[in-house]
Structures are given as structure tokens and as C-alpha cells.
């Protein structure tokens, strides 16, 4: 039996020394401030505006208003609702759809078969 009793302590005392509790480490003592801390305040710095001036006076280049040719005497503009074509534009415009070639004529560019809703063509 003495064999079984030091195989336990032996046993214990391996478990044992692995659960230690490691020793408490003393932390150091920080030392007050040589000089104390002055805290100062924030001010900004005063900010001087400048005038600006126009660009016409810095030399800069001022592209000139776009001009709109004016519109023949004569002449109406139609926007181009939902369910429109040519032929009953012109019905309501001349009273007669075989003038829708007119328009054509009066817009270019514009493709009778392609007539987007909201457009602006000239009736002439």
C-alpha cells in the first residue's frame, strides 16, 4: 500500500504546482508633475475679409449670352402630346393631314415615326 499512497501524492502534488496562484506585483508609484499645467484658452485668430471683385474686372473671360433666332412670322410652336402623329397635328393644325409633310419640312431632324411625347416642333 505504500506504493499507491506515494503514486497519490505524487499525483497531487504535480496538480497542485501548476495551480499557483501567481505572486501580486506591486505597481510603481507615478510621480506628480514637476510643474503644474497651465491650460490656456483658445482665441481665434480675427479673420479679414476681401471684396471680391466681379469677373469682368479680374480679366476674365465672359462667354455672351446665347442668342434665340426669333421665330418667323407665321409660325407656331405645338409640344407633342400622348397618342399624337403628324397627320392629326396637321388635321388640327390645317384642317388637312396631307400637310404633314410641311412640318417635316419646318423641323429637321425630325423622324415621323419617332415622335417623342413632350417635344416642341414649329407648325408652320
Not at 7 to 15: D, K, Q, R, S, V
Not at 20 to 40: D, H, N, R, S
Not at 82 to 93: F, N, P, Q, T
Request: glycine share 8%; aromatic share 8%; with cysteine.
Amino acid at each position: 500500500m505504500k506504493k499507491s499512497t506515494t503514486l497519490f501524492t505524487i499525483a497531487c502534488f504535480g496538480a497542485t504546482i501548476g495551480c499557483q496562484k501567481p505572486a501580486k506585483q506591486e505597481l510603481a508609484a507615478v510621480p506628480p508633475p514637476a510643474e503644474p499645467v497651465q491650460v490656456q484658452q483658445y482665441e481665434p485668430a480675427p479673420v479679414q475679409f476681401e471684396p471680391v471683385q466681379p469677373a469682368a474686372q479680374q480679366g476674365a473671360y465672359i462667354a455672351p449670352a446665347p442668342t434665340v433666332a426669333p421665330m418667323p412670322v407665321g409660325q407656331t410652336m405645338y409640344t407633342v402630346k400622348k397618342g399624337d402623329s403628324l397627320w392629326k397635328i396637321a388635321e388640327r393644325h390645317y384642317g388637312n393631314g396631307q400637310r404633314w409633310p410641311d412640318i417635316v419640312a419646318a423641323n429637321p431632324g425630325l423622324v415621323p415615326e419617332r415622335m417623342p411625347i413632350g417635344k416642341t416642333i414649329v407648325l408652320p
